[in-house]
């Protein structure tokens, strides 16, 4: 199957600092993209949802300014958290779907601390 | 509104053992269900996908069955292992937007 590498699986950063996570489509071209935000034992929550070349829509409730979506190839996306906080500490996962099939691959998550 | 559930929240079996997990749905318009297994800081890995007119579909030991006109579907897992330990996450989706359960967390002990 289709493989989505996200990158770092793990990082811990300090408040007030800002953190880039990487999804990369490695054997497909992946039209849209999407970032999900998961808290311990809930479930996989959208965030935003990104096409290639074009802004991001974001969810409500989901700043904008904070998380900075870029997806500016066919094979990258890129979620920087800005600023960050200790409430920002959760498990963010990617998902990559081609513009063909409907099926979604999902990156390995990364897990971010703030402290 | 478009919703999953998912029941149990959590399972406890012994190895060899045989279980079943829940997925209740409430999607518009209804496109196709999914099964995934999310082990333990890792993304989902897909299981099952199956549209309206499909009843069932295996892969390996994991058997889905889909009701339509109920909008429940079910995991069935055969001979479990210890390492069919993780989170088993449903969705729903319409074609372009999945809805998430939270998942039932599986623990298979030796």
């Known amino acids: 199957g289709a493989v989505v590498s996200q990158h770092p699986s793990r990082v811990i950063c300090k408040s007030g600092t800002s953190v880039k996570i990487e999804c990369r489509s490695l054997?497909?071209?992946?039209?849209?993209m999407f970032w999900y935000r998961q808290f311990p034992k809930k479930s996989l929550m959208l965030m935003a949802t990104s096409n290639e070349g074009s802004k991001a829509t974001y969810e409500q409730g989901v700043e904008k300014d904070k998380f900075l979506i870029n997806h500016a190839s066919l094979t990258l996306s890129t979620l920087t958290v800005t600023s960050a906080h200790p409430e920002d500490s959760s498990f963010y996962i990617c998902?990559?779907?081609?513009?063909?099939?409907?099926?979604?691959?999902f990156g390995q998550g990364t897990r971010l601390t703030v402290v | 509104k478009n919703q999953v559930e998912q029941s149990p929240q959590s399972l406890i079996i012994l190895e060899g053992k045989n279980c079943t997990l829940q997925c209740n749905y409430t999607v518009r318009p209804f496109s196709n269900l999914r099964w995934y297994k999310q082990d333990t800081g890792r993304g989902p890995v897909s299981l099952t996908i199956m549209t309206f007119s499909e009843n069932t579909k295996s892969n390996g030991r994991y058997t889905a069955t889909l009701d339509a006109d109920t909008k429940q579907s079910s995991l069935h897992i055969t001979a479990s292992h210890p390492r069919d330990s993780a989170v088993y996450i449903c969705a729903a989706t319409t074609g372009n937007q999945f809805y998430f359960g939270t998942g039932t967390s599986l623990t298979v002990i030796p």
């Open positions: 054997d497909f071209q992946a039209t849209t």
């Open positions: 998902s990559a779907r081609t513009g063909l099939v409907t099926e979604a691959f």
